[in-house]
C-alpha cells in the first residue's frame, strides 16, 4: 500500500473533532493514539455477535470468541516474528507485562546478590518492578547513565555488566527523549554473562519494524493503546524456554489444568499466564488494529516518523533563543517523539496555550521522574507524531509555540514596565 497519511486520515474519527473552535492537532501519540474506524467497528461487532467468554463453553458462541481469541494470539505472534502464538501472554498493558516478567521469573530465578541493569532514562513501569525485587529478593539494581544528545552510554553498561548480571531491561524507545536503543549491541554484552533481556517495546514497537528473533531478547512488553488498538490490552512476548521458567503468580479460573485438594496442575503456554476472563474484545481489536499496521507496512510507519521529526527540528531551529529540546539530533537514533521547554515558561502553562489553540501534546515529567531529575529539568511539553500526522500540522504547532513565546515576551515587558511605574 502507498503511504499516504492525508488518506490514512480519513480512517481516524477523533481527527474530525474540534477543541476550543480549532481542528483539533494530535501530538499526544507517545500516550495513546486514536483509533482508526476498522478497529472501533470490529469491537462493536464482536459485541454484537460473537460475545461469549473463552475456554469456558462447547456452544457456538463461545467456540467462535475462542477462535477469535486464539487467532488475535497469533496475528501478535506474527507481527513481532514470535517462534510462536504460545510465546505471547495477553496482559492489561506494558505496564502489567513488566510487572509480570519481573515477578513471575525474577521471584523464581533470583537470588540476593544478583543484579538487574537498567538505564536512567527508563519508564517508571520498567523501574518500580525491577526496584521491588530489591525489597521482596535482596536484588541491586544499577542504572546506566545517557550522554548529553540523549544517547545511552554503553561502554557504562559494558562496565557495569558482570557475573551478578542476571537481567538487562531497556526501552526500545525513550518516551522523553525518543532515543532509540541499540537493543542487539545490549543483547551482546548480555550473553557473554548469560544474563536474560527484557525489552519495554511500549513506545517502539508501535513506530517501527519489530523482530525478536532478529532482536535475539528474552522478553518484549507493549500495549496496544499506542498502535491503534483499545486500552485494557497488552502484550507480554517471551522464549518459550523463558515462560517455562516462570511461575504462575496471579492464578485462578483459565490457569489451570487440574486442581485436587493436594495439587495444581498448571495450564500449557500462554493460558497458565491470563488469569481469569480475558479481555476478549480487547484482543479482537487489537488483531485489527496489527492488521492496519501491517497494510500501512512498519518501514513506512517508521519513514514517516522520520520526515515529520527532521521537520519539526528543522522548524524549531527558527525558535532556538527560546526553545531547548532533548534527545538525539541523529534521526536514526530517534523515534517521532520531541520534548522541550520555552524559556521562563512553565511547561504545563505551555501546553494549556496549546490546547487553547487545538493542539494536544504532553507535559509534566511523563512517568520519567529519575530521567527528568538527571536532565535538571522539572517537567518538560512532549509533542509525539503518529501515521495520521501531516506537516501542515507541524508548521501551525511551531506557528504557534512562537505565538505563545512572543505573547509570554510582550507580557514579561509589561510586567517590568508595570514594576518601574511609580505613577499609582
Ligand atoms: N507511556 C506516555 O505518555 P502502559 O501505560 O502500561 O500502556 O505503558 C507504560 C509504558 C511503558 N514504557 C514506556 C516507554 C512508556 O512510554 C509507557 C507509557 C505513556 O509516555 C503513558 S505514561
Given at each position: 500500500?502507498?503511504?499516504?497519511?492525508?488518506?490514512i486520515?480519513?480512517?481516524f474519527?477523533t481527527?474530525?473533532?474540534?477543541?476550543?473552535?480549532?481542528?483539533?492537532?494530535?501530538?499526544?501519540n507517545a500516550?495513546t493514539?486514536?483509533?482508526?474506524?476498522q478497529v472501533?467497528?470490529?469491537?462493536?461487532?464482536?459485541y454484537e455477535?460473537?460475545?461469549?467468554?473463552v475456554?469456558?463453553?462447547?456452544?457456538?458462541?463461545?467456540?467462535?470468541?475462542s477462535?477469535?481469541?486464539e487467532?488475535?494470539?497469533?496475528?501478535t505472534a506474527?507481527?513481532?516474528n514470535a517462534y510462536?502464538w504460545?510465546?505471547?501472554?495477553f496482559?492489561k498493558n506494558?505496564?502489567d507485562?513488566?510487572?509480570?516478567?519481573?515477578?513471575?521469573w525474577g521471584?523464581?530465578?533470583?537470588?540476593p546478590?544478583?543484579?538487574?541493569?537498567i538505564?536512567?532514562?527508563?519508564h517508571?513501569?520498567?523501574?518500580?518492578?525491577?526496584r521491588?525485587l530489591e525489597?521482596?529478593?535482596?536484588?541491586?539494581?544499577k542504572?546506566?547513565?545517557?550522554?548529553d544528545?540523549g544517547?545511552l552510554?554503553?561502554?557504562?553498561?559494558?562496565?557495569?555488566v558482570?557475573?551478578?548480571?542476571?537481567i538487562?531491561?531497556?526501552?526500545?524507545?525513550?518516551?522523553?527523549?525518543g532515543?532509540?536503543n541499540d537493543?542487539?549491541?545490549?543483547?551482546?554484552i548480555?550473553?557473554?554473562?548469560?544474563?536474560?533481556?527484557?525489552?519495554?517495546?511500549?513506545q517502539?514497537?508501535?513506530?517501527?519494524p519489530?523482530n525478536?528473533?532478529e532482536?535475539?531478547?528474552d522478553?518484549?512488553?507493549?500495549?496496544?493503546?499506542k498502535m491503534l488498538?483499545?486500552?485494557?490490552i497488552?502484550?507480554?512476548w517471551?522464549?518459550?524456554?523463558?515462560?517455562?521458567?516462570?511461575?504462575p503468580?496471579?492464578?485462578g479460573?483459565?490457569?489451570?489444568?487440574?486442581?485436587?485438594?493436594?495439587?495444581?496442575?498448571w495450564?500449557?503456554l500462554?493460558?497458565?499466564?491470563?488469569?481469569?476472563?480475558?479481555?476478549?474484545a480487547g484482543?479482537v481489536?487489537?488483531?485489527?488494529?496489527?492488521?492496519?499496521?501491517?497494510?500501512?507496512g512498519m518501514?513506512?510507519v517508521?519513514?514517516?516518523?522520520i520526515?515529520l521529526?527532521?521537520?519539526?527540528?528543522?522548524?524549531?531551529?527558527?525558535?532556538k533563543?527560546?526553545l531547548?529540546?532533548y534527545?538525539?539530533?541523529e534521526?536514526s537514533?530517534?523515534?517521532g517523539?520531541?520534548?522541550?521547554n520555552?524559556?521562563?515558561?512553565d511547561?504545563?502553562?505551555v501546553?494549556?496555550?496549546?490546547?487553547?489553540?487545538?493542539i494536544?501534546?504532553?507535559?509534566?515529567m511523563?512517568?520519567?521522574?529519575?530521567?527528568?531529575?538527571?536532565?535538571?529539568?522539572?517537567g518538560?511539553?512532549r509533542?509525539s507524531?503518529?501515521?495520521?500526522?501531516v506537516?501542515?500540522e507541524i508548521?501551525t504547532?511551531?506557528?504557534s509555540l512562537?505565538?505563545i513565546?512572543?505573547?509570554?515576551?510582550?507580557?514579561?515587558?509589561a510586567q517590568i514596565d508595570?514594576?518601574?511605574?511609580t505613577?499609582?
Amino acid at each position: 500500500m502507498k503511504f499516504n497519511p492525508y488518506t490514512i486520515r480519513e480512517d481516524f474519527p477523533t481527527l474530525n473533532r474540534m477543541v476550543h473552535g480549532k481542528p483539533l492537532i494530535y501530538l499526544d501519540n507517545a500516550a495513546t493514539t486514536h483509533k482508526p474506524k476498522q478497529v472501533i467497528e470490529a469491537i462493536k461487532d464482536f459485541y454484537e455477535k460473537y460475545n461469549s467468554n473463552v475456554h469456558r463453553g462447547v456452544h457456538t458462541l463461545s467456540q467462535e470468541a475462542s477462535s477469535l481469541y486464539e487467532e488475535a494470539h497469533e496475528v501478535t505472534a506474527k507481527f513481532i516474528n514470535a517462534y510462536s502464538w504460545e510465546e505471547v501472554i495477553f496482559t492489561k498493558n506494558a505496564t502489567d507485562s513488566l510487572n509480570l516478567v519481573a515477578y513471575s521469573w525474577g521471584l523464581k530465578n533470583l537470588k540476593p546478590g544478583d543484579e538487574i541493569v537498567i538505564t536512567i532514562m527508563e519508564h517508571h513501569s520498567n523501574m518500580l518492578p525491577w526496584r521491588n525485587l530489591e525489597l521482596l529478593k535482596g536484588v541491586k539494581v544499577k542504572y546506566v547513565d545517557i550522554n548529553d544528545d540523549g544517547t545511552l552510554k554503553y561502554d557504562e553498561l559494558e562496565r557495569m555488566v558482570n557475573e551478578r548480571t542476571k537481567i538487562i531491561a531497556v526501552t526500545l524507545m525513550s518516551n522523553v527523549l525518543g532515543t532509540i536503543n541499540d537493543v542487539k549491541r545490549i543483547v551482546k554484552i548480555a550473553r557473554e554473562v548469560n544474563a536474560i533481556v527484557v525489552v519495554d517495546g511500549a513506545q517502539g514497537v508501535p513506530h517501527m519494524p519489530v523482530n525478536v528473533r532478529e532482536l535475539g531478547i528474552d522478553f518484549l512488553a507493549f500495549s496496544a493503546h499506542k498502535m491503534l488498538g483499545p486500552t485494557g490490552i497488552g502484550v507480554l512476548w517471551g522464549k518459550k524456554e523463558r515462560l517455562e521458567e516462570m511461575m504462575p503468580l496471579k492464578v485462578g479460573g483459565g490457569t489451570i489444568k487440574d486442581v485436587t485438594l493436594d495439587s495444581v496442575e498448571w495450564n500449557d503456554l500462554p493460558w497458565r499466564f491470563e488469569d481469569g476472563t480475558p479481555n476478549i474484545a480487547g484482543s479482537v481489536g487489537l488483531s485489527v488494529a496489527i492488521e492496519y499496521l501491517r497494510k500501512v507496512g512498519m518501514e513506512n510507519v517508521r519513514q514517516h516518523e522520520i520526515e515529520l521529526t527532521r521537520y519539526t527540528l528543522k522548524r524549531f531551529e527558527e525558535l532556538k533563543d527560546a526553545l531547548t529540546w532533548y534527545g538525539p539530533q541523529e534521526l536514526s537514533m530517534r523515534g517521532g517523539i520531541v520534548s522541550f521547554n520555552i524559556e521562563g515558561l512553565d511547561h504545563h502553562a505551555v501546553g494549556k496555550a496549546l490546547d487553547l489553540l487545538g493542539i494536544a501534546v504532553r507535559t509534566g515529567m511523563h512517568c520519567t521522574h529519575p530521567l527528568h531529575y538527571r536532565l535538571g529539568i522539572k517537567g518538560s511539553v512532549r509533542a509525539s507524531f503518529y501515521i495520521y500526522n501531516v506537516k501542515e500540522e507541524i508548521d501551525t504547532f511551531v506557528d504557534s509555540l512562537r505565538t505563545i513565546t512572543n505573547v509570554a515576551n510582550i507580557l514579561s515587558l509589561a510586567q517590568i514596565d508595570r514594576d518601574r511605574c511609580t505613577c499609582g
